[in-house]
């Protein structure tokens, strides 16, 4: 029975949860808290993946991989680090398990308690250090790059699939500099890599900006962030590059030799994205018929149905249709594209559209005997609009490419109006307020992003979340300049910073 998914607009977090069932991105696991990550799921973070990786290794980071256990005494070491994490690690205690005395279940063993607890790794910065520790001497080590593909696991009571987990899929990168101003650019540089991957592979635009110092990573020095902005109005930060001064390298005494032979402390940075971001394409692209996937990223960019019985019943002209289909496929893959041929024949044409809608594939297209004396393709987008055909033969994995790379520029121009029409400035924080009152009465839980003068105040800002649910996202980084000779929206005071406001996940 083919059961409508919760339109957006009556339940947004009902619909994503369905729309990643329909799609089969994801399941439930038996541990609370974690998610299944099926197939189709993983194909979408390993084509994140491989775009990143590239990106990564050509800003000089090579990767490694760093044990998943760390002793506790490594946390404690940086203070802010400790505090910042401590209420999300996992603990193993022991290296053993015994049966009960029935037999019929297991237990720890009291004689094989550790003599130091481990964390399961919330992230590895206290790790690498002590490792950074042993291999850098000389400025002749420096810079040091490296990053890591792995899991991490962060105590989560409320989750939701891939957007908050308990366990989850990331990279994480770690640099080591002779100088502030090299390890500050590379900080930059990393979150410049992360819009470039959101808005090329994704479709998703991004502001960048720095987080406030409430907001901002435990033992960093600054935050950069990119946040994106989501079809109902909430901000969804995708990736965070910390600029981390000296504080790690004092906390495991990670010093240098410089051309004067002096002792210095190295300087550092930490940058990292996660499963996150398959939540953000989730969110940014998809409808109340299921997953919408920008091309770049979809693991299946067309697939062809052909319109047959099967070869039982009709087989020559079966085996004719077969042989043209397999000619038009040839010239796709030829021309890049990522296509597949939907051979059950025991499953009629409706349903088949009615899957490849839900999962998101980008063109879907028909080939019957009628297509094939008529020398042409039937396509339907996802996005939408008349079906329309093409002509078969040797031009039509061009064609094929060319719609694809058009899909792609459309998806991100509806993004980019989205983030533009849902962020508006005010100097006002009465209409902010009213605005994300209205909002939530409303039922569509955010109202876009705010920009306003801003004096930078923790108080205030907590005073803020607490009366609206709204908190900083960002500094936005093309816009500090405008708040000379502005005051706050809330306090009156000279403002500090232009500041980005909203509601997030």
Request: charged share 25%; with cysteine.
């Amino acid at each position: 029975r083919r059961q409508g998914l919760t339109p957006r607009a009556a339940d947004y977090s009902l619909w994503y949860q369905e729309v990643i069932q329909a799609a089969e991105l994801a399941d439930q696991s038996p541990v609370k808290g974690c998610m299944v990550i099926r197939p189709t799921g993983m194909a979408l973070w390993d084509a994140l993946r491989s775009a990143l990786d590239e990106r990564i290794k050509e800003s000089g980071a090579q990767n490694a991989y760093f044990p998943l256990f760390i002793p506790v005494s490594f946390l404690s070491k940086e203070a802010e680090h400790v505090e910042g994490f401590a209420k999300e690690c996992a603990v193993v205690t022991h290296h053993r398990l015994r049966s009960t005395e029935g037999g019929k279940a297991v237990e720890p063993d009291p004689d094989a308690e550790l003599e130091e607890p481990l964390i399961v790794r919330p992230t590895s910065e206290t790790m690498i250090w002590h490792m950074f520790q042993k291999w850098i001497m000389s400025y002749r080590d420096l810079p040091l790059k490296v990053n890591q593909w792995a899991n991490v696991v962060r105590w989560e009571l409320r989750t939701r699939p891939f957007l908050r987990s308990a366990e989850f899929l990331w990279q994480e990168g770690h640099t080591a500099h002779a100088t502030r101003e090299e390890a500050v650019e590379t900080a930059r540089q990393m979150l410049d890599v992360y819009a470039d991957v959101c808005r090329d592979v994704l479709a998703m635009p991004v502001v960048k900006g720095v987080k406030s110092p409430t907001e901002r990573f435990a033992g960093a020095d600054d935050t950069f962030t990119i946040e994106a902005l989501m079809q109902n109005g909430w901000a969804l930060q995708s990736g965070t590059s910390h600029f981390l001064g000296q504080n790690f390298a004092k906390a495991f005494d990670v010093t240098f030799s410089d051309d004067a032979n002096q002792q210095q402390h190295v300087w550092a940075t930490s940058w990292g994205v996660s499963t996150r971001l398959v939540g953000a394409l989730i969110m940014s692209h998809s409808d109340d018929s299921g997953l919408v996937l920008p091309p770049a990223v979809a693991p299946t960019q067309a697939v062809v149905v052909p319109i047959s019985p099967g070869p039982d019943k009709q087989p020559e002209q079966h085996a004719e249709l077969m042989a043209f289909v397999d000619a038009q496929v040839a010239s796709m893959r030829a021309a890049g594209v990522r296509v597949s041929i939907d051979t059950r024949w025991n499953v009629r044409p409706g349903p088949k559209f009615f899957e490849y809608e839900r999962k998101g594939v980008p063109l879907r297209i028909e080939a019957g005997p009628r297509d094939m004396a008529a020398g042409k393709l039937v396509v339907a987008r996802r996005t939408g609009g008349d079906k329309f055909d093409l002509p078969a033969g040797e031009g039509v994995g061009g064609a094929i490419a060319a719609e694809l790379d058009a899909m792609q520029g459309a998806l991100l121009a509806a993004a980019e109006a989205r983030l533009s029409d849902g962020t508006r400035e005010t100097d006002s924080y009465a209409e902010m307020a009213d605005a994300l009152a209205a909002a939530e009465g409303a039922g569509s839980g955010g109202a876009g992003l705010f920009l306003v003068p801003w004096f930078d105040d923790a108080a205030a800002e907590k005073s803020i979340k607490d009366e609206t649910k709204a908190t900083i996202r960002c500094f936005p980084l093309g816009e500090q300049h405008r708040a000379e000779g502005r005051v706050c929206f809330y306090s009156g005071k000279p403002a500090t910073h232009m500041a980005l406001f909203g509601r997030a996940f």
